[in-house]
Every structure is written in structure tokens, then in C-alpha cells.
T-cell receptor, first 114, second 114 residues
Framework: KAGVTQTPRYLIKTRGQQVTLSCSPI?????VSWYQQTPGQGLQFLFE???????NKGNFPGRFSGRQFSNSRSEMNVSTLELGDSALYLC?????????????FGPGTRLTVL | AQTVTQSQPEMSVQEAETVTLSCTYD???????LFWYKQPPSRQMILVIR??????QNATENRFSVNFQKAAKSFSLKISDSQLGDAAMYFC???????????FGKGITLSVRP
């Protein structure tokens, strides 16, 4: 079975631009979660989608948004980029997104904002 | 709010020796899961071991075992017979409530000396 894939792997943007990151979960997984990883803040939960619905959201500004498609693929969008948005964005998928389900992580998208 | 604390930023171990990574957590929930994740330099996060709070027996996965002290809210990871491939960043994480959101500690960088 193919693992979680994320595209693109690397992105360079400038302040004020917007960006869209994509995540394809493991086949059969219906839950997709997004995390931001930075040296200062560590790993922080952004949001979780299940069956095309946002089920849980972290403490991030409204510039961060996401969606999930009927095939469970997910995208996250960051508008009006700030320097502080530079980070590794990790996507994780699980079967049903309930507590105890193992989450499988993708390789991440490294976003650099100049 | 859930918190996970990893107070040691770095540790080093001699190959073939045993090392213990510390983690404490705080939650008001009675049912929860605890995890250790490994993030090698390639950045793909993988699950090392999982422990359900209701299970008194400490989880074990080959060379990896945990010491789960529920009353003390402590969850340490023991790596026996350390190998060069164990060098990575290790994150302790908790999962509470009905969903799959993970709350991570800051992580610890483990180096293995040949």
C-alpha cells in the first residue's frame, strides 16, 4: 500500500502571497490531519477532516484553511503569507480518525516565506 | 488543555547500550492514548509505540518499551540495544477526547555513538 504523499515537497513564497498544499492519504483512510512543525513552537495541530467535513480545528488564524475531497485527498491553504508561516507542514491520515487509530504521516511540505 | 513535556532536548547513547527518554503529560481525561513517534533526518514521522491509559501493562515493541506511570503522569521510552538507525528526533504525544488530534511534546534529539 502506498503511504501518505504530500505535494509539493518544497515551496518558496514571498510575504503576502497565498499557497496551497496537497495531501493524499493512504487508500481507505478517511481522516486527514494537518500539523505545522517549527523549531520554536514544535508540532502544532492545524485541523482534521473526515468525510469532507472539518471535525476539529487548532488555534490558528483564519488565514489557514483546508478542505477534503470525496476521495479523501486534502488541501490546506494559507493566505496572506507571513514570515512566521515558514515551517514544515505535515499531513497524517488514519482509518477513521477516532482516538487510538494510528496516524500515518507524510514526508511533509517545507514552506519558506521570504 | 492537554500538555506534553519533554524536558531533555538532547541525549546521546553508545551503540548497543540502553537509553531512556522521559516524558510527562497532563490531562483531565480518564481515557486517553500516549504515543512515541520517531522522526529521522529524512523527516517522515513514524509510530514507535502506543499505550492506552486503561491498560496497566506497559507496551513493548521489540527493542522499544515504555514505563507508564499513570498516577505520576509519566511515560518514558526505553530503547534497548541501541542501533545507529535509532538516531532521530523522538516525540511524545497524547491523544484524548473522541478524535485523533495529537498533542506533541517539543521532542528530544537522540544521537547514537558508534
Amino acid at each position: 500500500k502506498a503511504g501518505v504523499t504530500q505535494t509539493p515537497r518544497y515551496l518558496i513564497k514571498t510575504r503576502g502571497q497565498q499557497v496551497t498544499l496537497s495531501c493524499s492519504p493512504i487508500s481507505g483512510h478517511r481522516s486527514v490531519s494537518w500539523y505545522q512543525q517549527t523549531p520554536g513552537q514544535g508540532l502544532q495541530f492545524l485541523f482534521e477532516y473526515f468525510s469532507e467535513t472539518q471535525r476539529n480545528k487548532g488555534n490558528f488564524p483564519g488565514r489557514f484553511s483546508g478542505r477534503q475531497f470525496s476521495n479523501s485527498r486534502s488541501e490546506m491553504n494559507v493566505s496572506t503569507l507571513e514570515l512566521g508561516d515558514s515551517a514544515l507542514y505535515l499531513c497524517a491520515s488514519s482509518l477513521s480518525g477516532v482516538r487510538g487509530n494510528e496516524q500515518f504521516f507524510g514526508p511533509g511540505t517545507r514552506l519558506t516565506v521570504l | 488543555a492537554q500538555t506534553v513535556t519533554q524536558s531533555q532536548p538532547e541525549m546521546s547513547v553508545q551503540e548497543a547500550e540502553t537509553v531512556t527518554l522521559s516524558c510527562t503529560y497532563d490531562t483531565s481525561e480518564s481515557d486517553y492514548y500516549l504515543f512515541w513517534y520517531k522522526q529521522p533526518p529524512s523527516r517522515q514521522m513514524i509510530l514507535v509505540i502506543r499505550q492506552e491509559a486503561y491498560k496497566q501493562q506497559n507496551a513493548t515493541e521489540n527493542r522499544f518499551s515504555v514505563n507508564f506511570q499513570k498516577a505520576a503522569k509519566s511515560f518514558s521510552l526505553k530503547i534497548s540495544d541501541s542501533q545507529l538507525g535509532d538516531a532521530a528526533m523522538y516525540f511524545c504525544a497524547s491523544q484524548t477526547g473522541a478524535n485523533s488530534k495529537l498533542t506533541f511534546g517539543k521532542g528530544i534529539t537522540l544521537s547514537v555513538r558508534p
